[in-house]
């Protein structure tokens, strides 16, 4: 059995040969785990006193050579992808104010968010607001159709145009997604955010908004710029507006009552797992 713990790579092209210096090591010295530092970054930002580094976990292989499917020199490749560990580097000037934004959203959680949320469960069957999540989903159609065109995605543009048309007539005004149940056509969750980051738009740095939570300049940026493609945006009067998406958000929130304090019961330190977490999925979200 060879466990790898944590590695960090400065050089993708000379994985290969590292890796085998660290394995005749480990034959050598009878199975030792080893940890090697580098210093390589996805997001390179100018040094500041303030720039924080969180890094994303390395895959844990306590599985077999063979079982791993790395039994021949072929199968390197694949073993770059488990052993390069992505690196991130999260700038956070903003630290004061972001802990105190985060302590505040999460009194929010506990004493507002939450007991209303359990509210609305208790009050509203599950097929209703799986129904209410179709429709705002289709409501918002145009923010998903056109950053797939931004970003290139013809087939994803196809498939928001196709998925609004059907799920807006056989679906009953969205309230169904036949789309997807019938015709397997799967939503693409693409935003502005993710459009200037594929247009090569760095995160900038960290920020913690008032119950919209963890964000960074860029998708701050973004989410400002979907609002014009969202057809809320638009009811009049302002207020009427602002129950919708208050609306939409309790039904969302529904859904996921408990995750927060499973995540934040994990953390050793949340304000610091909420950064990271938020980075990793964002990361993952431009990449896909």
Not at 212 to 226: A, E, H, I, K, M
């Amino acid at each position: 059995m060879l466990s790898l713990g944590w590695y960090r790579v400065s050089n993708k092209h000379n994985i290969k040969a590292k890796f085998l210096a660290v394995l005749v090591f480990f034959v050598a010295a009878g199975g030792c785990a080893v940890q090697k530092q580098g210093a390589s970054s996805n997001y390179p930002v100018d040094g500041s006193a303030n720039k924080q580094e969180d890094v994303l976990v390395g895959q844990d292989s306590s599985e077999s050579d063979e079982e791993a499917g790395l039994s021949d020199d072929g199968d390197f490749d694949l073993f770059e992808d488990e052993l390069v560990e992505q690196k991130v580097e999260i700038w956070d000037p903003l630290e004061p104010w972001n802990r105190m934004m985060y302590h505040v959203n999460d009194g929010l959680y506990f004493w507002l968010l939450k007991p209303v949320g359990q509210g609305y469960k208790a009050v509203v069957p599950r097929p209703a607001r799986v129904g209410i999540g179709n429709f705002f989903a289709n409501l918002t159609t145009p923010i998903r159709f056109f950053n797939c065109l931004l970003q290139g995605k013809g087939e994803g543009a196809r498939t928001e145009l196709s998925r609004f048309v059907v799920n807006t007539t056989a679906g009953v005004l969205g309230f169904g997604d036949p789309a997807r149940d019938r015709l397997g056509l799967e939503p693409y969750e693409e935003d502005l955010g993710q459009s200037l980051a594929v247009h090569g738009v760095g995160n900038g740095f960290y920020i913690v908004w008032p119950l919209l939570g963890p964000s960074t300049l860029r998708d701050s940026f973004g989410l400002v710029g979907d609002q014009f493609l969202n057809p809320t945006h638009y009811v009049e009067p302002r207020e009427t507006s602002v129950a919708i998406s208050a609306a939409k958000f309790t039904n969302e929130s529904s859904f996921h009552i408990g995750e927060y304090e499973s995540f934040k019961s994990a953390a050793l330190e949340p304000y610091v797992a909420m950064r990271r977490a938020y980075i990793q999925y964002r990361d993952k979200q431009i990449k896909q």
